[in-house]
């Protein structure tokens, strides 16, 4: 599966951004998906999860409560509704895809199939 991440750019701390995810070449809801960012000099971070239906999400502590992952199987896409954004959230977001199950998953070596990356900048 290709994965096309976009719609990171510059945004003022407390702003709002949406990221998507579009999925081609294989069928989307086979597979489990993930959020990750990496921030320069730092490892790739675990951000949110959701397994191939949907019903299950999680996130990482550090953005619960204010981002939210969710996906549409109809339009192949994968989202990440991030909501008052905090200079620390500054980073290239992956978004990445799981095959076997299609459960969620927190590690990123389990992933398969990465994106290219969209890079959200937070001002203060």
């Known amino acids: 599966v290709q994965l096309q991440a976009s719609g990171g750019g510059l945004v003022q701390a407390g702003d709002s951004l949406r990221l998507s995810c579009t999925a081609s070449?294989?069928?989307?809801?086979?597979?489990?998906m993930g959020w990750f960012r990496q921030a320069p000099g730092r490892e790739r971070d675990f951000v949110a999860t959701i397994n191939w239906s949907g019903r299950l999400t999680d996130h990482a502590d550090s953005v619960k409560g204010r981002f939210t992952i969710s996906r549409d199987n109809a339009k192949n896409t994968l989202y990440l509704q991030m909501n008052r954004l905090r200079p620390e959230d500054t980073a290239v977001y992956y978004c990445?895809?799981?095959?076997?199950?299609?459960?969620?998953?927190?590690?990123?070596?389990?992933?398969?199939?990465w994106g290219q990356g969209t890079e959200v900048t937070v001002s203060s």
């Open positions: 070449g294989r069928t989307f809801s086979n597979y489990g």
């Open positions: 990445a895809a799981r095959g076997g199950s299609g459960n969620t998953y927190y590690v990123a070596t389990g992933y398969e199939y």
